[in-house]
């Protein structure tokens, strides 16, 4: 479902936090005439739900404050960037905020994302600028001897060059004449800072390689930090909004912006803590190294903290939105617990999935009084979070499946589903008793002799009776295959890379078990928009790999929380 369905009752709360504070406080004092934010990602690998959180607070902000928030692509270091992920951020932003943003406001969404390799053009004449105002020097040392002067305070022998050596060295190195890594442009600042991004650090490099959306025009590339601060700049940005690390930037975005002389209002750096969850790693390059190693099945795997994973996997976008609002912005770095993201992914499905019945492991049951034959249809409930959604038929006949954990041959005290001569309420349909227990010569149980009481059918007139539990089921004469795929947590500890350990070497080996289980026929009809909760089991949603006559389903999630069971008993 796309967010373009977005109600007050569905809307995530609006928050409040430091910086919401502080924007809010510029609209008071109306110190700019429109708040402009922006969700700048390098395109160098897919989405992480940490990036969720960046976007829900830039679109967020524009959204609450009646303001514009820029999708750009931070596209300055071609080697590490591709196409496929320029494609695969718009599409992330899309599902994430898409009618969201839009619809509402007009805002700037995915759909036309800016990107900083639109402005290399000026970038360069500011660099120039830079230049003539003695505020910029090309350097001949190479990156190992720059990194080592500027550890120890020191100048670069090039520091003094003459403005028109400068110029001239820096068209040169535009115009292709020296190799990569043999001169970089750097800003003219303190050569012994206290703050060592202010040592006159790199603005401009050569990289002779081809460019995404540039192609072979450029063989310099501005750095990082110049480009940034110049595309906020140039995009009308008001509050430029990142992670702590960026922190100690934050005097050099000032300082290249200051020392241009720009007439119209700076943009302001503003520096929140970034997301960390518990089992979880959350870094492009170390997300990469799972899809090159083969560790998992792609960007999109359903166990990947990607925001295309968690679309695969069934999550819906109002759910990360909530989790993205629920955790808050602050200052303090922390460890968010996974539960918190798992309870707003519950708490969405069980809004919104559609009820039906699955056998996940199967152990057939007779039932001896009921009449051979085509059987009957019975009533069930769709959603009863949603009463809109209304009733469906499901069939019932005298051979059915129910769950092998549903069933006990010595059964522990207060076990209330089924067990020899006990009684369990079959969903929707009758109480059955287990006569007798069917087994093969190894003692492998084939199946359940059981009877039913005919009078006690759900909804009948008699059908007041009691019994202690209730299970479900599925008819097999009418079930049909489907393939499941059942997901746990991708690492066995909640901080994969504590103490410098190597994260692979946590990975979970039962993160991913396939079985096939047998599902009412309605399932046949099942939609990659819907969300389905296979009763008392978990949430479900078809796969892509599904094609008809074949069901895929992913465990979206339990409905329960079976580790935190684990950790009481542990
Ligand atoms: P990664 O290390 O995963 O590649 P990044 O910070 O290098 O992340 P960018 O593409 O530069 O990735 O990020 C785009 C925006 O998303 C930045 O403004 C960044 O601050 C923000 N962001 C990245 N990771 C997180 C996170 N874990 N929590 C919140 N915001 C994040
Ligand atoms: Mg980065």
Sequence with gaps: MSLENITPENAAPVPSDFIRDIVAHHVAEKKYPQIHTRFPPEPNGYLHIGHAKSICLNFGIAREFGGICNLRMDDTNPAKED???????????????????????????????FYASNYFDQIHEFAVALIKKGKAFVCDMTPEQTDEYRRLGKPSPSRDRSIEENLDLFTRMKNGEFPDGSKVLRAKIVVDAPNIWLRDPLLY?????????????????????????????????????????????????DWILESLDLPRTLPKQYEFARLSLGYTIMSKRKLMQLVEENLVTGWDDPRMPTISGMR?????????????????????NGITDVSVLEFAIREDLNKHALRRLAVLRPIKVVIMNYPDGIGEEL???NNPEDPSTGKRLIPFSREIYIEQDDFAEVAPPKFFRLKPGGEVRLKYAYIIQCQKVIKDA?????????????????????????????????SAQYAMDAE???????????????????????????????????????????????????????????????APGK????????????????????
């Design 379 to 381: 009533e069930a409930t």
């Design 83 to 113: 196409i496929e992920y320029v494609d695969s951020i718009q599409a992330d932003v899309n599902w994430l905020i898409g009618g969201w943003a839009e619809k509402e406001l007009g805002l700037t969404t995915a759909k036309a994302p």
């Design 205 to 253: 490099r050569i990289k002779h390689t081809s460019h995404h959306q540039t192609g072979d025009k450029w063989c310099i590339y501005p750095m990082y930090d110049f480009a940034h601060c110049l595309s906020d700049y140039l995009e009308g940005i008001t509050h430029s909004i990142c992670t702590l690390e960026f922190e100690v930037h934050r005097p050099l975005y």
């Design 442 to 474: 190894s003692g492998n149980i084939l199946e359940l002799r059981c009877t039913a009481d005919l009078t006690s059918k759900t909804g009948g007139a008699t059908s007041a009776r009691k019994v202690k539990g209730t299970i479900h089921w599925v």
């Design 484 to 546: 499941v795929r059942l997901y746990d947590r991708l690492f066995t500890e909640a901080e994969p890379e504590k103490d410098g350990r190597d994260f692979k070497s946590v990975l979970n080996p039962k993160s991913l078990e396939v079985i096939t289980a047998k599902c009412e026929p309605s399932l046949n009809d099942a939609k990659p928009t819907e969300r389905y909760q296979f009763e008392r089991m978990a949430y479900y949603s078809l796969d892509k790999d599904s």
């Design 312 to 332: 695969r996997r069934g999550v819906r976008p109002e759910a990360l939105r909530n989790f993205a609002y629920n955790i808050g912005i602050t200052k303090y």
């Design 551 to 570: 069901l895929v389903f992913n465990r979206t999630i339990t409905l329960k929380d079976a580790w935190a069971k684990e950790a009481l008993k542990g």
